[in-house]
């Protein structure tokens, strides 16, 4: 597509239950990241993809996050057995390829708003 | 550890003056650094990326400076407008990741 699509756009889940959140790159960019963002906070790293595979889930803060990418585009973040602190924005992008010492210039999504209540 | 740091407090500056923000960093070398924009509610937009080996990069009233003996890089706009008014999030390559720094809140006043 033209642009990171991310959906939904907002979510409101009761503690305790699951949810999904889907990124779809831009058609052709072999790297997909996503980071958190909690309110008025900066961006937090949790995971990237080189096509399907994920070198790097250091980021993700607890078991309970987990991310998958299929053919190589859509990826799915599920966060299990929601808790408040989840509540953030989750901002998915994506680049050409992975950057490196390249540079490559990564493209955002506008973000799933989740809320825990 | 590596960190990247970024003035927290909001900048507020009057139209048509030079808006000047900072971003600092700490105990590495980054290969290059990158400015983003972030309007409130949406996601970061590229602007800028500035190479360790580049002193400055100019992209119509944006400059960025990198200042490998201060650690530090710099980002001007020019005859600010109050469309300028967002977060400046600056980011540099650490491991298999680009990393933000906390962001700067730009306020152009008319």
């Known amino acids: 597509g033209a642009g990171v699509s991310q959906s939904p756009s907002n979510k409101v889940t009761e503690k305790g239950k699951d949810v999904e959140l889907r990124c779809d790159p831009i058609?052709?960019?072999?790297?997909l990241y996503w980071y958190r963002q909690s309110l008025g906070q900066g961006l937090e790293f949790l995971i990237y993809f080189q096509g399907n595979s994920a070198p790097d889930k250091s980021g993700l803060p607890s078991d309970r996050f987990s991310a998958e990418r299929t053919g190589g585009s859509v990826s799915t973040l599920t966060i299990q057995r929601t808790q408040q602190e989840d509540s953030a924005v989750y901002l998915c992008a994506s680049s050409l390829a992975h950057r490196g010492t390249s540079g490559n210039t990564i493209y955002f999504g506008e973000g799933s708003w989740l809320t825990v209540v | 550890s590596q960190k990247i740091e970024q003035n927290s407090e909001a900048l507020n500056i009057q139209e048509g003056k030079t808006a000047t923000l900072t971003c600092n960093y700490t105990?590495?070398?980054?290969?290059?650094l990158q400015w983003y924009r972030q309007d409130p509610g949406r996601g970061p937009v590229f602007l800028l990326l500035?190479?360790?080996?580049?002193k400055e990069k100019r992209k119509e009233r944006l400059k960025v400076t990198f200042d490998t003996t201060l650690k530090q890089s710099l980002f001007h706009i020019t005859a600010s407008q109050p469309a300028d008014s967002a977060t400046y999030l600056c980011a540099h390559n650490a491991g298999n990741m680009l990393t933000f720094g906390g962001g700067t809140r730009l306020m152009v006043k008319p």
């Open positions: 500035i190479r360790e080996n580049e």
């Open positions: 058609s052709g960019h072999t790297a």
């Open positions: 105990n590495y070398s980054p290969a290059y």
